[in-house]
Structure formats: structure tokens, C-alpha cells
């Protein structure tokens, strides 16, 4: 049983991108699909589909950047200690070449999308 789902989604990824791997597999979850919806838009990530298997269960196969040499995922917000930060707290990530993404009332949306909405919320990681 993993108990950090997210940090795990994270995990995976930063391991598939440092073994040229072209694809990964994820366990489904409806809020990993939100996560990498942000990374597909902010282009951390080509593309991904949700794949019936066999098992009672989905999966998500994750496909990459080919021309990514690196990718650094930072997660923040964990299940012991949640972080929540106001609208004013939110600030750019290495100067605006990376992506803070949270979990706002409104949906998952990265801190620059959240802080032009006013609103604050859980911040999950940071990507660059």
C-alpha cells in the first residue's frame, strides 16, 4: 500500500525521465490525472491516456519529452504535513523557468494561474 500517491507519481516520473524511458505506468487516480494535465499544458509531459488492464484496476501510461534531459520535481505539500499558502505567499519558481502547481478550491492549477484568480490553496510540488 503506498501511502503518498502523489509523491509516488512524482517518483516515477523522475525515474523514467533519468532512464530514457519514452513511457512510464502510473496507477489511475483521478487527481494524478489532474496533475498531469498542468505538466502535459506546461510541457513536462507529452502526453498521457488511461489504459483499461486486465486487473480491476486503470492505469495511466505517461509519455515524454524526448529532447528532456533532466526533470526536477520537487514535492512540498505531504500527507503528515500539509502545506496551504495564501494568494500573497505565492511566488515564481527559479525565477519563472519553473512551475508551482497547487490544489485550489477550483481544481489543480499552477501558482501563477492560482494567484491571477486570488485564490490560494494546497501546494502540492514544484517543477522545473
Known sequence: MNTDPIA???TRIRNAVRANQKNTVIPYSKHKIALLEVMKKHNFVNDFKVVKN???FN?????????LNELNLKRISKPGQRIYI??????PVLHGYGISILSTSQG???GDEAFKAGMGGEYVCELW
Do not use: H
Not at 86 to 91: S, V, Y
Open 8 to 10: 509516488d507519481l512524482l
Open 108 to 110: 489543480v492549477m499552477t
Open 59 to 67: 492505469e495511466i501510461e505517461v509519455k515524454f519529452n524526448s529532447d
Open 86 to 91: 495564501k494568494k500573497e505567499d505565492i511566488r
Open 54 to 56: 486486465s486487473k480491476s
